[in-house]
């Protein structure tokens, strides 16, 4: 039984200095796979270099991040397309894709139009999501819900949203909420959303490394091998074991992420 951090940036300049550590600290962690989503065109070279270095403990993804659009995007896109469509291509998802309007909603066609695409790239070639939404909620839930009857399947990455927020995107019955350290934060209403409206079972574990490191080192590095903070916090608001945490995260990562071996 292991722990599967299902979003890292582990490929990004931030881990560049000591990645082999840091990967060490998350095996010895209890930590089993990491999920690397994309997020531009420039990251896939050193994410992929990374991935064939560690085969079997780290899975990619290919995604054009909301926030990271040119003026470019479309050619982006379609370049993007033939990665996935290429023959025994490793890529395990699409992601990371979505909507984020927080700092700037200038590009807000672009942005749905983007994502709009890749949600199709996903159900064409038959891959799971990996979706980010920042106070994009209700253009998130407008762009899903076209293709509510189709087979598509994924992770809200980083859910922080109201009990109500949660109620809409668990409909999506193939899709589980990815938790990280936000959950540890001391003003966090994520635990009471938890307790109230998330099944176990819909939940997936995620750091979005380097951001977002649970307490006690909140403000630091973030870090696949700080999960086990999150695994406790969870293991206080279902109040069952770590290891019933671990099992059912790990259990819908892998039923989601079917391309990845158990």
């Known amino acids: 039984m292991y722990i599967i951090d299902t979003h890292a940036h582990l490929y990004g300049e931030e881990f560049s200095e000591d990645i082999d550590q840091v990967l060490e600290r998350a095996r010895q962690n209890g930590v089993g796979k990491i999920f690397l989503p994309n ?4 990251s896939i070279a050193a994410m992929n270099r990374l991935v064939e270095k560690n085969p079997g403990f780290l899975y990619p993804m290919m995604g054009l991040h909301p926030t990271d659009l040119g003026q470019d995007y479309r050619e982006v896109l379609q370049r993007m397309e033939k990665l996935v469509a290429a023959p025994g291509h490793p890529y395990i998802g699409i992601g990371e894709v979505g909507l984020d309007y927080y700092w700037d909603d200038s590009m807000k066609k672009e942005q749905l139009a983007a994502f709009d695409f890749q949600v199709q790239l996903a159900l064409k070639y038959d891959l799971p999501l990996m979706i980010h939404s920042r106070s994009a909620h209700a253009d998130l839930v407008r762009v899903l819900d076209v293709y509510r009857g189709e087979p598509l399947r994924g992770v809200f990455h980083s859910f922080v949203g109201t009990v109500e927020e949660a109620e ?3 409909a999506f019955k193939d ?5 990280n350290g936000i959950v ?4 966090s209403d994520l635990p009471a959303t938890l ?3 998330v099944p176990l079972h819909r939940l997936v574990l995620e750091t979005d490394s380097p951001y977002l490191a649970p307490v006690p080192y909140r403000g630091k590095r973030n870090e696949s091998g700080y999960l086990p903070q999150v695994v406790q916090k969870l293991s206080q608001i279902y109040g069952v074991d770590e290891n019933e945490i671990i099992r059912h995260t790990a259990a819908t990562a892998l039923k989601i992420f079917d391309r990845v071996e158990a």
């Open 39 to 42: 997020i531009d065109e420039p």
């Open 168 to 170: 809409e995107l668990l």
């Open 175 to 179: 899709f589980a909420l990815g938790i």
């Open 184 to 187: 540890t934060f001391k003003k």
């Open 195 to 197: 307790q109230t409206v």
